[in-house]
Protein backbone atom coordinates (compact mmCIF):
# COMPACT_ATOMS: atom_id res chain seq x y z
CA UNK A 1 0.00 0.00 0.00
CA UNK A 2 0.92 3.79 -0.32
CA UNK A 3 3.84 5.05 1.92
CA UNK A 4 4.59 8.34 3.60
CA UNK A 5 8.27 7.94 5.04
CA UNK A 6 8.67 10.92 7.52
CA UNK A 7 12.00 11.80 8.94
CA UNK A 8 14.17 12.06 11.35
CA UNK A 9 11.59 10.31 13.59
CA UNK A 10 13.39 12.32 16.67
CA UNK A 11 15.17 15.30 16.92
CA UNK A 12 16.97 16.51 20.10
CA UNK A 13 19.08 20.08 19.70
CA UNK A 14 20.09 22.87 20.88
CA UNK A 15 17.89 26.34 21.18
CA UNK A 16 18.70 28.53 18.05
CA UNK A 17 19.26 25.19 15.77
CA UNK A 18 17.53 25.24 12.44
CA UNK A 19 15.35 21.43 11.93
CA UNK A 20 14.77 20.08 8.70
CA UNK A 21 12.08 17.78 8.43
CA UNK A 22 11.11 15.66 5.32
CA UNK A 23 7.56 13.53 4.34
CA UNK A 24 8.20 11.64 0.79
CA UNK A 25 5.67 9.69 -0.62
CA UNK A 26 7.49 6.34 -1.40
CA UNK A 27 4.89 5.08 -4.33
CA UNK A 28 2.48 7.84 -5.14
CA UNK A 29 2.58 11.34 -6.59
CA UNK A 30 1.69 13.51 -3.41
CA UNK A 31 -0.39 17.12 -5.30
CA UNK A 32 -0.71 18.02 -1.53
CA UNK A 33 0.88 17.62 1.66
CA UNK A 34 -0.41 18.69 5.02
CA UNK A 35 1.84 19.35 7.88
CA UNK A 36 0.17 19.17 11.55
CA UNK A 37 1.70 20.00 15.03
CA UNK A 38 0.06 18.20 17.70
CA UNK A 39 -0.55 19.97 20.98
CA UNK A 40 -1.44 18.66 24.36
CA UNK A 41 -4.21 16.46 24.88
CA UNK A 42 -5.92 15.47 21.30
CA UNK A 43 -5.28 18.30 19.38
CA UNK A 44 -3.74 18.21 16.12
CA UNK A 45 -2.99 21.84 14.34
CA UNK A 46 -2.90 22.32 10.88
CA UNK A 47 0.17 24.39 10.20
CA UNK A 48 -0.02 24.90 6.11
CA UNK A 49 -0.82 22.94 2.95
CA UNK A 50 2.03 22.64 0.44
CA UNK A 51 1.13 21.99 -3.33
CA UNK A 52 3.69 20.15 -5.57
CA UNK A 53 5.46 23.49 -7.08
CA UNK A 54 3.84 26.50 -5.37
CA UNK A 55 3.87 27.83 -2.35
CA UNK A 56 2.46 26.92 0.94
CA UNK A 57 -0.42 28.09 2.32
CA UNK A 58 -0.33 28.54 5.87
CA UNK A 59 -2.77 28.40 8.45
CA UNK A 60 -3.71 31.95 10.51
CA UNK A 61 -1.34 32.13 13.27
CA UNK A 62 1.67 30.30 11.64
CA UNK A 63 4.35 32.01 10.94
CA UNK A 64 6.24 31.19 7.53
CA UNK A 65 9.25 32.83 8.16
CA UNK A 66 9.45 30.72 11.09
CA UNK A 67 8.10 27.54 9.49
CA UNK A 68 9.50 27.08 5.90
CA UNK A 69 7.69 24.64 3.81
CA UNK A 70 8.93 23.45 0.45
CA UNK A 71 7.00 20.85 -1.96
CA UNK A 72 9.61 20.39 -4.76
CA UNK A 73 8.57 17.56 -6.02
CA UNK A 74 5.41 15.31 -6.20
CA UNK A 75 7.36 13.06 -3.62
CA UNK A 76 9.22 15.36 -0.97
CA UNK A 77 8.02 18.00 1.04
CA UNK A 78 10.20 19.85 3.37
CA UNK A 79 9.19 21.34 6.90
CA UNK A 80 12.47 23.38 8.51
CA UNK A 81 12.03 24.58 11.71
CA UNK A 82 14.25 28.27 12.27
CA UNK A 83 16.38 29.05 15.03
CA UNK A 84 14.03 26.82 17.04
CA UNK A 85 13.03 27.20 20.47
CA UNK A 86 12.28 25.49 23.67
CA UNK A 87 8.30 26.64 22.67
CA UNK A 88 8.57 24.82 19.47
CA UNK A 89 8.91 21.27 20.87
CA UNK A 90 6.72 19.49 19.41
CA UNK A 91 5.51 16.36 17.65
CA UNK A 92 5.36 17.25 13.89
CA UNK A 93 3.48 15.20 11.58
CA UNK A 94 3.00 15.25 7.88
CA UNK A 95 0.08 13.43 5.34
CA UNK A 96 0.14 13.92 1.84
CA UNK A 97 -2.98 13.01 -0.85
CA UNK A 98 -3.14 12.17 -4.59
CA UNK A 99 -5.04 14.23 -6.17
CA UNK A 100 -8.54 15.81 -5.18
CA UNK A 101 -10.24 15.93 -1.39
CA UNK A 102 -11.98 13.23 0.19
CA UNK A 103 -9.12 10.64 -1.59
CA UNK A 104 -7.38 8.20 0.85
CA UNK A 105 -4.56 10.37 2.97
CA UNK A 106 -1.56 9.09 3.90
CA UNK A 107 0.56 9.77 7.22
CA UNK A 108 4.00 9.73 7.86
CA UNK A 109 4.84 8.28 11.33
CA UNK A 110 5.98 11.75 12.91
CA UNK A 111 8.55 13.40 14.31
CA UNK A 112 9.23 14.04 17.74
CA UNK A 113 11.13 17.94 18.27
CA UNK A 114 12.63 18.28 21.15
CA UNK A 115 14.30 21.48 21.75
CA UNK A 116 16.79 22.13 24.69
CA UNK B 1 1.49 -4.45 8.96
CA UNK B 2 -0.65 -1.45 8.50
CA UNK B 3 -1.15 -0.21 12.07
CA UNK B 4 -4.82 1.45 11.39
CA UNK B 5 -7.02 0.25 9.25
CA UNK B 6 -9.81 2.15 7.47
CA UNK B 7 -11.88 -0.33 5.07
CA UNK B 8 -14.30 2.09 3.72
CA UNK B 9 -13.14 4.77 1.45
CA UNK B 10 -16.54 5.93 0.77
CA UNK B 11 -19.78 5.83 2.43
CA UNK B 12 -22.80 7.61 2.04
CA UNK B 13 -25.77 8.23 4.95
CA UNK B 14 -29.31 9.29 4.25
CA UNK B 15 -29.76 12.14 6.87
CA UNK B 16 -30.97 12.05 10.25
CA UNK B 17 -29.50 8.26 10.07
CA UNK B 18 -26.73 6.88 11.84
CA UNK B 19 -23.63 5.75 9.92
CA UNK B 20 -20.90 3.12 11.22
CA UNK B 21 -17.39 4.06 10.17
CA UNK B 22 -14.86 1.26 10.62
CA UNK B 23 -11.71 0.92 12.12
CA UNK B 24 -8.90 -1.93 13.31
CA UNK B 25 -6.30 -1.65 14.68
CA UNK B 26 -2.76 -3.93 15.23
CA UNK B 27 -0.61 -3.21 18.55
CA UNK B 28 1.30 -4.95 20.86
CA UNK B 29 0.82 -2.63 23.51
CA UNK B 30 -1.16 -2.76 26.48
CA UNK B 31 -1.62 1.13 26.76
CA UNK B 32 -2.93 2.84 23.41
CA UNK B 33 -5.66 5.18 22.95
CA UNK B 34 -7.62 5.56 19.71
CA UNK B 35 -8.97 8.74 18.29
CA UNK B 36 -11.32 10.07 15.43
CA UNK B 37 -10.71 13.00 13.54
CA UNK B 38 -12.82 14.66 11.00
CA UNK B 39 -11.46 16.56 8.02
CA UNK B 40 -13.32 19.20 6.39
CA UNK B 41 -12.06 20.36 3.03
CA UNK B 42 -9.82 23.30 4.24
CA UNK B 43 -7.25 20.36 5.65
CA UNK B 44 -7.76 20.70 9.43
CA UNK B 45 -8.15 18.19 11.58
CA UNK B 46 -10.94 17.88 14.20
CA UNK B 47 -10.56 15.98 17.27
CA UNK B 48 -13.88 14.19 17.46
CA UNK B 49 -13.38 11.45 20.22
CA UNK B 50 -11.09 9.39 21.93
CA UNK B 51 -10.98 5.70 23.51
CA UNK B 52 -8.29 4.56 25.89
CA UNK B 53 -7.37 0.91 25.94
CA UNK B 54 -8.35 0.86 29.46
CA UNK B 55 -11.63 2.74 29.26
CA UNK B 56 -14.23 -0.16 29.82
CA UNK B 57 -16.94 2.10 28.96
CA UNK B 58 -17.41 3.16 25.13
CA UNK B 59 -16.41 6.79 24.28
CA UNK B 60 -19.63 9.41 23.84
CA UNK B 61 -19.38 12.92 22.91
CA UNK B 62 -22.62 14.04 21.74
CA UNK B 63 -23.96 12.66 18.66
CA UNK B 64 -20.48 10.77 18.22
CA UNK B 65 -19.88 7.38 20.14
CA UNK B 66 -16.78 5.35 19.93
CA UNK B 67 -17.87 1.17 19.75
CA UNK B 68 -14.52 -0.11 21.23
CA UNK B 69 -14.37 -3.85 20.83
CA UNK B 70 -11.00 -4.65 22.33
CA UNK B 71 -10.97 -8.48 21.47
CA UNK B 72 -11.23 -7.79 18.16
CA UNK B 73 -9.10 -4.57 17.93
CA UNK B 74 -12.06 -2.15 16.64
CA UNK B 75 -12.88 0.92 17.37
CA UNK B 76 -15.95 1.77 14.79
CA UNK B 77 -17.09 5.77 14.83
CA UNK B 78 -21.01 5.98 15.07
CA UNK B 79 -22.63 9.24 13.97
CA UNK B 80 -26.25 9.37 15.34
CA UNK B 81 -28.60 11.88 13.03
CA UNK B 82 -26.29 12.62 10.63
CA UNK B 83 -26.61 15.91 9.30
CA UNK B 84 -25.92 17.98 5.91
CA UNK B 85 -22.17 18.98 7.71
CA UNK B 86 -21.02 16.00 8.91
CA UNK B 87 -19.76 15.31 5.00
CA UNK B 88 -16.00 15.36 5.48
CA UNK B 89 -13.20 12.99 5.68
CA UNK B 90 -12.72 10.78 8.86
CA UNK B 91 -9.84 9.39 10.19
CA UNK B 92 -9.14 6.87 12.79
CA UNK B 93 -5.51 7.31 14.69
CA UNK B 94 -4.18 5.11 17.44
CA UNK B 95 -1.21 6.26 19.67
CA UNK B 96 0.77 3.76 21.70
CA UNK B 97 1.41 5.33 24.74
CA UNK B 98 4.46 2.53 25.83
CA UNK B 99 6.75 3.60 22.81
CA UNK B 100 7.42 7.06 22.20
CA UNK B 101 3.53 8.20 21.72
CA UNK B 102 4.20 6.85 18.47
CA UNK B 103 1.00 8.19 16.86
CA UNK B 104 -0.66 6.29 13.45
CA UNK B 105 -3.34 7.30 10.86
CA UNK B 106 -5.87 5.13 8.65
CA UNK B 107 -6.00 6.57 5.33
CA UNK B 108 -9.38 7.81 5.86
CA UNK B 109 -13.30 7.42 4.83
CA UNK B 110 -14.77 9.76 3.06
CA UNK B 111 -18.36 10.75 4.51
CA UNK B 112 -21.51 11.95 1.96
CA UNK B 113 -24.37 13.16 3.98
CA UNK B 114 -27.82 13.21 1.62
CA UNK B 115 -30.47 15.38 1.54
Known amino acids: GAVVSQHPSRVICKSGTSVKIECRSLDFQATTMFWYRQFPKKSLMLMAT?????????EQGVEKDKFLINHASLTLSTLTVTSAHPEDSSFYIC????????????FGDGTRLSIL | AQKITQTQPGMFVQEKEAVTLDCTYD???????LFWYKQPSSGEMIFLIYQGSYDEQNATEGRYSLNFQKARKSANLVISASQLGDSAMYFCAMREENTGNQFYFGTGTSLTVIP
Open chain 1, 50 to 58: SNEGSKATY
Open chain 2, 27 to 33: TSDQSYG
Open chain 1, 95 to 106: SARQGRPRQPQH
